[in-house]
């Protein structure tokens, strides 16, 4: 049976205001009285299924499809749904009073769409609401007092009228939040933000409202302490990064982590992300946070020292992408100290070499092959040892690069980055064995390597360079296990190459590397690029030796020239104890810019006349 007149339900009106409403205009009864007339409990009246609605139609004369939109129904577990809608259980609080005292006030006009009746409103109790968008005046929201107040009955739960009178006048104005508008448009059925609108409307809510709250208000704030108007500035600014979904999202964690050289450059993403990280680690309430927890995730991964196995936002990291100087200290078992001043010297990471507070994070495969190299580190003894030749020949060996060090700059390194590793000297010995023939007896003109460079008057380090670059092609042994001892060499072959070295306006490709402090191909690379004057930087010459074979050398006057007019920008960050990273940015403050390509040459390279104009 349909009461009669039908009672129209007014827009936006609950479920349990609108029966309220219906029991007083029928039959003059309280809402709770009226319930209990057409035996119906508050509970269903709050939280009603199909059949329920079903019955109410029936009773009420207004069609389901309207009531179904009057109250936010039942789903999955702690889930609600309204309007389309799939959201928790807290992001429509039922815990909470709310309403607007002048909406409150002009329902109470004889002349209004509810007759003279107190109308609660359903986007009253949803979360980001906090404004009334119809009178600009902050919501009136209080904890409920008892369970009954849930049914939100805005004859029991709402002050007096004159009460209502001296709220509406003291009520803070405001305008809604760009958050409170997008959660209104969506509920209407609009589309907003394609990356808000594919998740579930309280997780794109609290995405916002979390990223504005730690960028306006501070990472570590005290969020039982935020008043309506901290939270309504906080939602406009998360807002305006998470509706332009991923990008603008990496842009307020770019924000937040560029903070933290204010702080300190190794504090981790708890101190850096504050209570938005403190949220996704521990969520402990388990619902669900949607998308934005995978992009804070990668972000954290990509940008602090996290290591394999952690556990970050309830899933293990599957790959360590950088480490801190302890970390890889912890895994190495280098010291700190050394590690530090290797990354930093090497240009792994930007600091300074002897600060590991001043030292950033360095990229952890490359960082775990350096402290390998370090660990692995033998002494010169060891290298003498191995070669079989005396203390100064293994100085020379390390020393001129032929056996690469540890950590190779164009400063002065010390200790055990001077060293280098068991497999680096090897390999050197390899290379200077595999063309050598094993004979019973030695051929003639060939000498000892001792012999060789006494008579030819050319120094062993440069006899052993061409043995390795391959100059020499008559090598033997009588006994391989004397290594570096046993070699012989032709003095004659070694006489001609000391010929070619010794001409004073040629430098082969490895001498030229060592002056310029580059590698070989960049030398040669070098040897492409055009000074101002349209010549070019180096001059290559070919030289055909004494067997036929020709070899590549460079004008030694080009060679000393181009040291003399141009730095590398390692070097210039070494000369003020910077790091490459660091130096670059604060020579384009000072207008100097690169004047060779960097392609090929390793590197930029500056006039050394601009620097001296720039920054002396």
């Known amino acids: 049976m349909t009461l009669l007149p039908v009672l129209p339900i007014c827009e936006d009106e609950t479920l349990t205001s609108y029966l309220g409403r219906v029991g007083k205009f029928h039959f003059d009864l309280s809402a709770y009285r009226f319930l209990d007339l057409i035996e119906f409990s508050r509970e269903r009246a709050k939280h009603p299924s199909h059949e329920d609605l079903d019955r109410l139609s029936g009773l009420t004369?207004?069609?389901?499809?309207?009531?179904?939109?009057?109250?936010?129904?039942?789903?999955?577990?702690?889930?609600?749904?309204?309007?389309?809608?799939?959201?928790?259980?807290?992001?429509?609080?039922?815990?909470?009073?709310?309403?607007?005292?002048?909406?409150?006030?002009?329902?109470?006009?004889?002349?209004?769409?509810?007759?003279?009746?107190?109308?609660?409103?359903?986007?009253?109790?949803?979360?980001?609401?906090?404004?009334?968008?119809?009178h600009h005046i902050e919501l009136?929201?209080?904890?409920?007092?008892?369970?009954?107040?849930?049914f939100q009955d805005m004859e029991l739960v709402a002050p007096s009228t004159k009460d209502l009178k001296d709220l509406s006048a003291a009520t803070r104005k405001s305008s809604p939040s760009a958050l409170q508008l997008y959660v209104a448009r969506r509920f209407a059925g609009e589309n907003g933000p394609a990356w808000l609108d594919e998740q579930d409307i309280d997780q794109a809510a609290r995405a916002c409202e979390m990223l504005g709250i730690v960028i306006s208000l501070g990472t570590h704030i005290n969020l039982n302490k935020l008043t309506v108007h901290d939270r309504i500035a906080a939602e406009d600014f998360g807002y305006g990064f998470a509706s332009r979904g991923p990008e603008g999202v990496n842009e307020a964690l770019h924000v937040l982590f560029a903070s933290r050289n204010n702080l300190s450059k190794n504090c981790g993403p708890q101190f850096v992300?504050?209570?938005?990280?403190?949220?996704?680690?521990?969520?402990?309430?388990?619902?669900?946070?949607?998308?934005?927890?995978?992009?804070?995730?990668?972000?954290?991964?990509?940008?602090?020292?996290?290591?394999?196995?952690?556990?970050?936002?309830?899933?293990?990291?599957?790959?360590?992408?950088?480490?801190?100087?302890?970390?890889?200290?912890?895994?190495?078992?280098?010291?700190?100290?050394?590690?530090?001043?290797?990354?930093?010297?090497?240009?792994?990471?930007?600091?300074?070499?002897?600060?590991?507070?001043?030292?950033?994070?360095?990229?952890?495969?490359?960082?775990?092959?350096?402290?390998?190299?370090?660990?692995?580190?033998?002494?010169?003894?060891?290298?003498?040892?191995?070669?079989?030749?005396?203390?100064?020949?293994?100085?020379?060996?390390?020393?001129?690069?032929?056996?690469?060090?540890?950590?190779?700059?164009?400063?002065?390194?010390?200790?055990?980055?001077?060293?280098?590793?068991?497999?680096?000297?090897?390999?050197?010995?390899?290379?200077?064995?595999?063309?050598?023939?094993?004979?019973?007896?030695a051929s003639i003109g060939m000498l000892s390597i001792h012999d060789a460079a006494e008579q030819s008057r050319c120094p062993i380090i440069d006899i052993v360079r061409w043995i390795v670059e391959g100059r020499l092609h008559r090598i033997e042994t009588l006994d391989p296990n004397q290594k570096f001892k046993g070699l012989l060499v032709n003095l004659q072959e070694v006489m001609g190459n000391r010929v070619v070295d010794q001409q004073d306006h040629l430098m082969s490709a490895t001498q030229a590397a060592d002056y310029l402090n580059m590698k070989t191909h960049q030398v040669f690379a070098l040897s492409r690029t055009y000074a101002p004057d349209g010549s070019l930087n180096l001059r290559l010459q070919k030289v055909t030796n004494g067997k036929g074979v020709q070899h590549s050398f460079f004008d030694r006057s080009d060679?000393?020239?181009?040291?003399?007019?141009?730095?590398?920008?390692?070097?210039?960050?070494?000369?003020?104890?910077?790091?490459?990273?660091?130096?670059?940015?604060?020579?384009?403050?000072?207008?100097?810019?690169?004047?060779?390509?960097?392609?090929?040459?390793?590197?930029?390279?500056?006039?050394?006349?601009?620097?001296?104009?720039?920054?002396?």
Not at 140 to 150: A, G, K, L, Y
Not at 334 to 362: C, F, I, M, W, Y
């Open 140 to 150: 009136v929201r209080r904890p409920n007092r008892s369970v009954s107040e849930q």
């Open 559 to 616: 060679v000393v020239r181009f040291r003399e007019r141009f730095m590398s920008l390692e070097e210039i960050a070494q000369a003020h104890q910077l790091s490459a990273r660091w130096m670059k940015p604060k020579l384009e403050k000072a207008g100097v810019k690169p004047c060779l390509p960097r392609d090929g040459l390793g590197g930029y390279y500056y006039r050394r006349s601009d620097l001296d104009r720039a920054i002396g």
């Open 273 to 441: 992300f504050g209570r938005l990280y403190q949220w996704l680690q521990f969520n402990t309430n388990k619902r669900e946070i949607g998308p934005l927890k995978g992009l804070v995730r990668e972000f954290v991964i990509d940008n602090f020292p996290i290591g394999a196995g952690s556990d970050l936002f309830g899933e293990p990291v599957l790959e360590r992408k950088f480490h801190s100087i302890v970390s890889l200290s912890k895994q190495s078992g280098v010291h700190p100290k050394t590690l530090n001043r290797a990354v930093v010297l090497t240009s792994l990471a930007e600091g300074d070499p002897e600060s590991l507070a001043q030292t950033g994070l360095v990229p952890a495969g490359a960082g775990e092959s350096l402290a390998k190299r370090i660990f692995s580190a033998i002494t010169r003894s060891e290298v003498c040892s191995l070669l079989n030749c005396n203390r100064v020949q293994g100085e020379q060996f390390i020393s001129s690069g032929l056996i690469p060090m540890i950590c190779k700059t164009s400063v002065p390194t010390i200790g055990i980055l001077c060293r280098t590793t068991k497999s680096d000297a090897e390999l050197f010995l390899s290379k200077m064995m595999s063309s050598t023939k094993h004979v019973g007896k």
């Open 61 to 134: 004369g207004v069609a389901r499809d309207r009531l179904v939109d009057a109250v936010a129904l039942r789903a999955e577990s702690r889930q609600r749904r309204f309007r389309g809608q799939m959201f928790s259980t807290a992001f429509m609080n039922a815990n909470q009073t709310s309403f607007c005292p002048s909406c409150l006030l002009e329902d109470e006009q004889f002349d209004s769409a509810s007759n003279g009746s107190r109308v609660a409103r359903v986007l009253w109790r949803v979360e980001p609401v906090r404004v009334c968008g119809k």
